[in-house]
């Protein structure tokens, strides 16, 4: 079974600058998938970036990047130059091998300030 | 191409009735999978299909049930509905649910029940 912790229930961030947002995981299996997900006040889960267990360099995709620690377990998300518009919840999650599912964590609510 | 769509969006019932929720996943992707989101439990991962059979079902009692159609269409369904059973019921679909595939979602349906 894999577990997701997200420890940072909400956040502010100043427009334009970087926030951190923390992800931990807890899995058995030796090969395994790291996900994060924003979802706005409408609902739906938008895919940002994804990060496998093998990949020896940290993802990037635009303003998004992914902080992948290995040996910590830790996957965190960092985003630059932060938009009014990135206002949302973020969700990490991450699916093993051959597992159908994704597990997610409790959330980090991000609200960028003017 | 045209994402993930879900009807209805929203959608209010009383306790003790059942109801049906629909996902088309994007144009060739096999696997769907339903996700419920709460408050209190946040997202929890319902079942998936891929080919027109289950292939995992998360830990929810035998009201909800689910199928998949020939063309990849799944609908869930949620029996002697609960106050409990409120929540935003998330689709998602993928090419493949290897480890590395993102899922995508569709908007949601916002179920409330009175």
């Known amino acids: 079974a894999q577990k997701i912790t997200q420890t940072q229930p909400g956040m502010f961030v100043q427009e334009k600058e970087a926030v951190t947002l923390d992800c931990t995981y807890d899995?058995?299996?030796?090969?395994?998938?790291l996900f994060w997900y924003k979802q706005p006040s409408s609902g739906e889960m938008i895919f940002l970036i994804y990060?496998?267990?093998?990949?020896?360099q940290n993802a990037t995709e635009g303003r998004y990047s992914l902080n992948f620690q290995k040996a910590r377990k830790s996957a965190n998300l960092v985003i630059s130059a932060s938009q009014l518009g990135d206002s949302a919840m973020y969700f990490c999650?991450?699916?093993?091998?051959?597992?159908?599912?994704?597990?997610f964590g409790a959330g980090t609510t991000v609200t960028v300030r003017a | 191409k045209a994402g993930v769509t879900q009807t209805p969006r929203y959608l209010i019932k009383t306790r003790g009735q059942q109801v049906t929720l629909s996902c088309s996943p994007i144009?060739?992707?096999?696997?769907v999978s339903w996700y419920q989101q709460t408050p209190g439990q946040g997202l929890q991962f319902l079942f998936e299909?891929?080919?027109?059979?289950?292939?995992n079902k998360g830990n929810f009692p035998g009201r909800f049930s689910g199928r998949q159609f020939s063309n990849s269409r799944s609908e869930m369904n949620v029996s002697t509905l609960e106050l409990g059973d409120s929540a935003l019921y998330l689709c998602?679909?993928?090419?493949?649910?290897?480890?590395?595939?993102?899922?995508?979602f569709g908007p949601g349906t916002r179920l409330t029940v009175l």
């Open positions: 998602a679909s993928s090419l493949d649910p290897g480890t590395n595939n993102e899922q995508f």
């Open positions: 899995t058995s299996d030796p090969s395994y998938g």
């Open positions: 990060q496998g267990s093998y990949d020896q």
């Open positions: 999650a991450m699916r093993g091998f051959n597992d159908y599912k994704l597990s």
């Open positions: 144009s060739g992707h096999r696997s």
């Open positions: 299909y891929f080919s027109e059979t289950q292939r």
